[in-house]
């Protein structure tokens, strides 16, 4: 009973059924509201606004301590794990462990993965001695050095990616699936009354009951003046949509006109050419040259055109690594 359902359903508009089949999981998608992109779009006048999306995955109920191992199998598939933790008191809602106890969950959660990590790196480790009695090669050596490396740090209570490891040892042991190799972000459901304060500083929080009700106003104004009352700058679930894609290491450029003001999704250190690649392929093959505005540049010149006029377009080659914010046109043939 942490509100895992309820984010979901806040985060994609998306309905949990009340009874789900063991192991089932659902998948919804969530735009992520950028303040950006609504300038860009407040000067452009496009047909149409595309905002970047987080993809996101239900997984089945996580129950801590009884072996049960369908969430943990579903968590395996994502790129990066949420854990939701409840911090709100409710005599209404019940708890498992009978009190609230966010920490003593969150830890609770966070040994579950480690254990079943422990758990696939020792079956592996006791397969390969057996595969090494008829002798072993180059990469069933390099298997084995990674996954004794693996288990040393599981045994002292760290998770995987607080290790190094080259490119080579990761495709040793990619097949696993191991939990703790993947970015992990916690959130913690709290009560009205927390919510203020944690904003301030401290872990991720949300009151999903306070996304509910301003969910439920039709009116932008009624909303605006209702967080202000809450002393909430923003809407929780733009925080956590914002605090996903950053966990997992992704930015956005933009491309502005009057047809479409839209967010391109790319990987924190990409290169020009990859990133032109995600609006076409043919950007990525034939890239030439990309025109750069800066974000601040373009908003503060008030157009395209003006910004030009400014000396503030940039033209960089492949070598450039797109920046977050950047206004690109790329330039290219085929």
């Given at each position: 009973q942490a509100?895992?359902?309820?984010?979901?359903?806040l985060l994609t508009g998306r309905t949990v059924p009340?009874?789900?089949?063991?192991?089932?999981?659902?998948?919804?998608?969530?735009?992520?509201?950028?303040?950006?992109?609504?300038?860009?779009?407040?000067?452009?006048k496009p047909k149409r606004t595309v905002y970047?999306?987080?993809?996101?995955?239900?997984?089945?109920?996580?129950?801590?301590?009884?072996g049960a191992r369908e969430w943990l199998d579903a968590a395996r598939r994502c790129d990066l794990l949420c854990l939701v933790v409840r911090a709100f008191a409710s005599d209404q809602v019940y708890h498992p462990e009978g009190s609230v106890n966010a920490a003593r969950d969150e830890e609770n959660l966070r040994t579950e993965i480690l254990f079943a990590d422990m758990e696939l790196v020792d079956k592996r480790l006791t397969r390969i001695a057996k595969e090494a009695r008829s002798g072993s090669?180059?990469?069933?050596?390099?298997?084995?050095?990674?996954?004794?490396?693996?288990m040393t740090a599981l045994e002292a209570?760290?998770?995987?990616?607080?290790l190094t490891f080259d490119p080579q040892a990761l495709v040793a042991i990619r097949s696993l699936g191991l939990l703790t190799l993947i970015p992990l972000m916690v959130l913690r459901n709290v009560s009205e009354s927390e919510l203020a304060s944690i904003e301030a500083g401290g872990p991720l929080a949300v009151s999903c009951q306070i996304e509910q009700e301003i969910a439920a106003m039709a009116e932008?104004?009624?909303?605006?003046?209702?967080?202000?009352?809450?002393?909430?700058?923003?809407p929780g679930l733009d925080r956590v949509n914002a605090a996903a894609y950053d966990a997992l290491g992704l930015m956005s450029f933009y491309t502005a006109g009057k047809d479409e003001c839209r967010a391109w999704t790319i990987r924190k250190g990409s290169p020009a050419p990859v990133a032109g690649g995600k609006i076409h392929s043919d950007i990525e093959r034939g890239f030439i040259r990309v025109e750069v505005i800066k974000f601040i540049d373009y908003i503060e010149a008030g157009s395209e055109h003006a910004a030009k006029e400014r000396g503030k377009m940039?033209?960089?080659?492949?070598d450039y690594i797109i920046e977050d914010g950047d206004i690109c046109h790329f330039l290219f043939n085929v």
């Open positions: 509100g895992r359902k309820t984010l979901f359903t009340e009874v789900r089949k063991p192991g089932e999981t659902i998948e919804g998608v969530a735009s992520i509201r950028d303040a950006r992109i609504d300038r860009l779009a407040s000067i452009c970047a999306e987080n993809h996101f995955v239900l997984c089945p109920d996580a129950v801590t301590g009884t090669n180059a990469e069933q050596k390099l298997e084995l050095e990674t996954l004794q490396k693996c209570g760290s998770p995987l990616s607080a932008e104004s009624e909303r605006r003046e209702y967080m202000e009352a809450m002393g909430i700058t923003e940039l033209t960089k080659g492949k």
